[in-house]
């Protein structure tokens, strides 16, 4: 059987602003890494590729919420039956069970396939290949919340994969994870939208009115507050993926308003 497979552990640490107490803060953090390629079988070509990468906080000021927001993360990124596991267990036993559903999902159609003679392999032109990405990474710590980006990618077959970008936003004091309804006053999504909208307009310098949007295929009244958010320095910042309000073409949209504009309709 033909494979490679790579693990690496790295830490890294950061500074960053934060906590109510200090102007500076540390955050240390550990990067965990898998890439593997698993085969149908010894005779085909067609095989799962992994590409898998996340780092996990190890050291928070808050000490008392370290562990409860790494088995948050571990759970976002692999899902709840590997929040408690350890982040190298985490990532392994996910690794598992992706293979195996590979392997469930195709191992009889292989058997239709070409096989190979003694000497080389039959291609089957990819026709079973399928690839699975995914990185986890701390997009930044402002106003005691840590902004954490997941982004996966899936090829199954086809003219292309599908990307997209999750975004969760943990409280620093709670625990908790930091939604929409507990940043901003209520009654203020139409406002929101509003100002989203001159924002798309505005950071797109092909744009210059929202019949420009719609000719580029953006579908203008999906355009609001998605929940897809992370903190930045500077305001927050929204993500839309491919197929959330425009065509794959356009691509991930993404839209962010200062913080000098959003203070008002804030709690």
């Known amino acids: 059987m033909r494979k490679h497979y790579l693990w690496v552990a790295a830490a890294a640490i950061i500074a960053m602003a934060g906590c109510r107490t200090t102007t500076e803060s540390l955050l240390e953090t550990e990067q965990y890494v898998l890439n593997d390629v698993h085969y149908l079988n010894d005779q085909q070509q067609d095989s799962i590729e992994l590409n898998l990468v996340f780092e996990l906080p190890t050291h928070l000021y808050c000490d008392s919420v370290l562990l409860p927001i790494q088995q948050h993360i571990l759970g976002d990124l692999f899902g709840e039956a590997f929040a408690k596991m350890s982040a190298d267990q985490a990532l392994e036993a996910y690794a598992a069970m992706l293979k195996t559903e590979y392997l469930a999902a195709n191992s009889e159609l292989a058997q239709d396939m070409p096989t190979a003679n003694k000497d080389e392999l039959i291609p089957s032109a990819g026709m079973l290949c399928e690839t699975q990405a995914l990185s986890g990474q701390i997009m930044s710590m402002e106003h005691n919340v840590l902004s954490y980006s997941i982004e996966r990618y899936v090829y199954t077959g086809g003219a292309h994969g599908l990307n997209y970008r999750q975004f969760v936003n943990y409280d620093l004091t709670t625990a908790q994870v930091i939604t929409e309804q507990d940043l901003f006053a209520e009654g203020t999504e139409s406002e929101l939208t509003e100002m989203m909208l001159s ?41 839309y993926n491919p197929y959330d309000i425009a065509p794959y073409a356009v691509g991930e949209t993404v839209i962010m308003l200062p913080w000098a504009d959003l203070q008002p309709l804030m709690k």
């Open 199 to 239: 924002a798309l307009i505005e950071q797109n310098e092909d744009v210059q009115t929202e019949q420009d949007l719609r000719d580029l295929g953006y579908e203008l009244a999906q355009l609001r507050p998605n929940g897809n958010f992370y903190l930045d320095v500077d305001g927050i910042v929204w993500v």
